[in-house]
């Protein structure tokens, strides 16, 4: 999956591993991800949670997409910090599956947003 998704790799996202319903990223805020107040625009942070969530839903198997998400901003990131993304399995029941992940900056341990998402299993057709 990762291999193939464009968007992550084009925004300078690394996986660092994606194994038994967890997976962990990063990021480096770039220039041009910033808003108007100066601070990462919270579309990336977002994307960059969304994409860990992605990386540790798939890593059991199956092909697994978003039935839905949502995110809590913590604290603002800014050009050049580098970011971390790490999505842990909190259950699965069925085809359905519940994900937390947590964004934050290394370098001091900010964390910067939480991220919980809600995964579904497709069906093989």
Same mark, same amino acid.
């Not at 992550?8 to 108007?36: C, I, Q, Y």
């Given at each position: 999956?990762?291999?193939?998704?464009?968007?992550?790799?084009?925004?300078?996202?690394?996986?660092?591993? $994606?194994?038994?319903?967890? #997976?962990?990223?990063?990021?480096? *805020?770039?220039? +041009?991800? !910033?808003?108007?107040?100066?601070?990462?625009?919270?579309?990336?942070?977002?994307?960059?949670?969304?994409?860990?969530?992605?990386?540790?839903?798939?890593?059991?198997?199956?092909?697994?997409?978003?039935?839905?998400?949502?995110?809590?901003?913590? $604290?603002?990131?800014?050009? #050049?910090?580098?970011?971390?993304? *790490?999505?842990? +399995?909190? !259950?699965?029941?069925?085809?359905?599956?519940?994900?937390?992940?947590?964004?934050?900056?290394?370098?001091?341990?900010?964390?910067?947003?939480?991220?919980?998402?809600?995964?579904?299993?497709?069906?093989?057709?």
């Amino acid at each position: 999956m990762w291999d193939d998704d464009a968007a992550s790799r084009k925004l300078g996202m690394e996986l660092h591993e $994606a194994v038994d319903g967890r #997976a962990r990223l990063t990021m480096t *805020v770039t220039d +041009e991800m !910033v808003n108007g107040h100066g601070m990462c625009h919270g579309g990336y942070l977002f994307l960059l949670a969304d994409s860990a969530f992605a990386c540790a839903c798939n890593s059991p198997g199956p092909v697994t997409v978003a039935a839905a998400a949502d995110i809590v901003f913590v $604290a603002s990131a800014r050009t #050049a910090d580098v970011l971390q993304a *790490v999505a842990q +399995e909190r !259950v699965a029941f069925g085809r359905s599956g519940v994900y937390d992940v947590t964004v934050s900056r290394p370098r001091d341990g900010q964390v910067i947003a939480e991220f919980r998402g809600r995964s579904r299993v497709l069906r093989k057709e």
